[in-house]
C-alpha cells in the first residue's frame, strides 16, 4: 500500500528534497500533510501539484491567502503551530518526516511520537534539547525514529543486522565546510556571504553556518548518543573533504563499517521513507574508480571551537545541550544579520553555557524554560532587542 507521509517544514531544503522522493515514486509515497510557517507561495504551489489532505501554515497572518486558494479543491486549511502538533493525530498518516529546523520541532516531534508515528528525523535539535524525553517517549509508544541526517543514517544502515554486538566507536565525518585550512585572523574577517557557500551541500541559511562553525557536528555527536545509545566517549568527528564516507562504526573486534555514496540528500531520505526497503533509483552511483583519493585529518578545535563546547554539554547533560542549541540560534542569527562576527558566534555560546542555571534532570517544562532564558540572556548580552 502507498505510505501517506506528513512533511512538517515542506518548503525547506529537506521539505522539498522529500517532495521530490515522493515525486520519484508516486506508487510508494503521497503526501497526506504539508506545513509550513511563512512560505505560503510556495506551500499552495506544492499543495496544487502533490494534493495533500491537510496543509498548516504555521504563521496565522497567512492563512487567509492559503485558504482561499486550496480549500476550493478540496484541501484542508489549518493554521497555527498547535495546528501542526495536532494534525498528527490523524490516522491516515502513516509516517512523519520532520523537517522544520530549530527548537521549534520539539513539539511537533513529542506530538509524532505521543501518537505512534513513525518519524523520519532530520531535526537533530530536538534530541539535542531533549534527547532523554524524547528517547523516553519513543519507546512508551513503541514509536520508531528513523535519521534522514546523512551521518546518522549511515550509522544506522552500519548497524543494521548488528543487533546486540559490541562498538567500539562511532565516527561522524565532517565536510570541514567553507573555512578548512583557513587561520583564525582571516575568520574575523568573513562574512555570511563567505559562510554560506558551503563545498559540498545545498542547505538552510541556518545548519550552513552550523557547518562552517562545526557546531553542525557537535550537534550531530549529541543526537548520535540518543539515537544509538552510545557514550559520549565513543563518539568521535573526523573531517572528510570529499564528504564520500558518510560516517563509520568501529566494532569490537576490529572490523569498521562505513557507509559510502555520492553526497545528495534524496538518499538518506528516500531510505528512511522505504525502510526497511530499498528502492531502486536513477541516482547515479559511486564511482570508486573516479575517485583520486579520500583524505581524513582531525578537526581544529582551538579553531572551531564550537565543537568542543558541544562536546562539553554532552558530557555535563541535564539541560546543558538546550542552553548550547538556544545560545547557538541566537548567536547564527545575529552573524547573519551582521551584528557579529564569525568569532564572536563562540563566544556567546560558551558565556551562556557559563552563566545559565544548571538542571541536571529537567522536564519539557524546564527544557522551555531554559530555551526561554537563554535566548534572552543572548539578546541581552548583544544589546540585540527581537
Not at 563518539?235 to 558518510?246: G, S, T
Request: glycine letters at 6%; proline letters at 5%; charged letters at 25%.
Amino acid at each position: 500500500m502507498k505510505k501517506q507521509i506528513a512533511i512538517l517544514g515542506s518548503t525547506g531544503s529537506i521539505g522539498m528534497k522529500a517532495l521530490e522522493v515522493i515525486k520519484t515514486f508516486p506508487d510508494y509515497f503521497g503526501a497526506e500533510v504539508l506545513t509550513a510557517f511563512n512560505n505560503a507561495d510556495l506551500l499552495i504551489k506544492q499543495a496544487i501539484e502533490f494534493k495533500p489532505n491537510v496543509v498548516v501554515i504555521g504563521n496565522d497572518n497567512y492563512y487567509q491567502k492559503v485558504f482561499d486558494v486550496l480549500d476550493p479543491i478540496d484541501i484542508k486549511v489549518y493554521a497555527g503551530n498547535r495546528a501542526i502538533e495536532q494534525v498528527l493525530e490523524m490516522e491516515s498518516i502513516d509516517q512523519v518526516l520532520l523537517g522544520i529546523g530549530g527548537f521549534s520541532g520539539l513539539k511537533p516531534l513529542l506530538s509524532a511520537l505521543h501518537n505512534k508515528k513513525s518519524v523520519a528525523l532530520a531535526n537533530k535539535e530536538s534530541l539535542v534539547v531533549a534527547g532523554d524525553l524524547v528517547s523516553k517517549i519513543a519507546r512508551e509508544n513503541n514509536a520508531p525514529i528513523i535519521p534522514v541526517d546523512s551521518e546518522h543514517s549511515a550509522i544506522f544502515q552500519c548497524l543494521i543486522g548488528e543487533h546486540n554486538n559490541p562498538i567500539d566507536k562511532i565516527v561522524l565525518t565532517a565536510s570541514g565546510g567553507p573555512f578548512r585550512g583557513i587561520s583564525k585572523k582571516i575568520l574575523e574577517q568573513v562574512k555570511p556571504s563567505d559562510a554560506l557557500k558551503h563545498p559540498i551541500w545545498r542547505m538552510g541559511n541556518k545548519v550552513t553556518i552550523d557547518s562552517a562553525t562545526l557546531m553542525n557536528k557537535g550537534l550531530e555527536a549529541i543526537e548520535a548518543h540518543w539515537l544509538f545509545d552510545i557514550a559520549p566517549s565513543k563518539i568521535e568527528v573526523i573531517v572528510h573533504p570529499q564528504a564520500i564516507i558518510h560516517s563509520m562504526v568501529y566494532f569490537a573486534d576490529g572490523v569498521v563499517k562505513a557507509q559510502l555514496g555520492i553526497p545528495d540528500m534524496f538518499v538518506p531520505i528516500q531510505f528512511a521513507l522505504s525502510y526497511p526497503n530499498r528502492i531502486p533509483n536513477k541516482l547515479p552511483s559511486l564511482d570508486l574508480l573516479q575517485l583520486k583519493q579520500l583524505d581524513f585529518e582531525a578537526p581544529d578545535i582551538k579553531k572551531f571551537r564550537n565543537l568542543a563546547l558541544a562536546f562539553e554539554a554532552l558530557e555535563k547533560g541535564g539541560n546543558m545541550p538546550c542552553i548550547l542549541n538556544a545560545a547557538n540560534e541566537i548567536a547564527v542569527q545575529a552573524f547573519l544579520t551582521e551584528r557579529i562576527g564569525f568569532n564572536q558566534i563562540p563566544e556567546v555560546i560558551e558565556k551562556s553555557m557559563q552563566t545559565s542555571f544548571f538542571i541536571k534532570k529537567p522536564t519539557l517544562e524546564d527544557y522551555l524554560e531554559t530555551d526561554k532564558l537563554t535566548r534572552e540572556k543572548a539578546l541581552r548580552s548583544l544589546k540585540i532587542t527581537e
